[in-house]
């Protein structure tokens, strides 16, 4: 007479199967909320880094035509031999255009954050060239 074995019948529980889609889930969750992060602060630098360079067009623009401009636009204006300081005006990296404003013989460079409005905190926080040039004297 033959004996037969009861095996267990290959293959994952529902059981086993619902614990890895919750690892997974969990898993997706903290590498998603990483991102979003880094992505934030990637918008940030970006922006102060055009703004720095702004900042170093409208010197340069200083230094050749005696004054900083009324409005960025005058950076793309060719000169007699057709050279422009810069070929276009670009926007934040949130899609809103630099806020620019020349007072007695200075300028300011505004960037208005993820809102794109006056004030706001974290990632909606304006970022003002005059205060990334105060931080560099620092």
């Known amino acids: 007479m033959r004996k ?3 095996t267990r019948s290959q293959g994952f529980s529902l059981v086993e199967i619902m614990v890895v889609v919750v690892i997974i889930g969990l898993l997706a969750g903290v590498v998603g909320a990483g991102v979003v992060r880094y992505l934030k ?3 940030i630098t970006a922006a102060k880094t055009q703004m720095k360079e702004f900042g170093n067009v409208l010197k340069l623009y200083k230094m050749k035509k005696g004054s900083y401009p009324k409005t960025l ?5 060719p000169n007699k031999s057709g050279d422009t300081f810069i070929d ?5 990296p ?8 020349k007072r007695k013989g200075k300028f ?3 960037s208005f ?3 794109g409005r006056d004030g706001g905190e974290g ?3 304006d970022i003002k060239y005059s205060e990334l040039h105060k931080k560099e004297e620092e």
């Open 4 to 6: 037969t074995r009861h």
């Open 41 to 43: 602060d990637a918008r």
């Open 73 to 77: 636009e005058k950076l793309t204006v």
């Open 88 to 92: 276009s005006i670009p926007v934040d």
């Open 94 to 101: 949130w899609g809103n255009e630099y806020e620019y404003k």
């Open 108 to 110: 300011e460079i505004t």
């Open 113 to 115: 954050g993820a809102d």
């Open 123 to 125: 990632e909606s926080a």
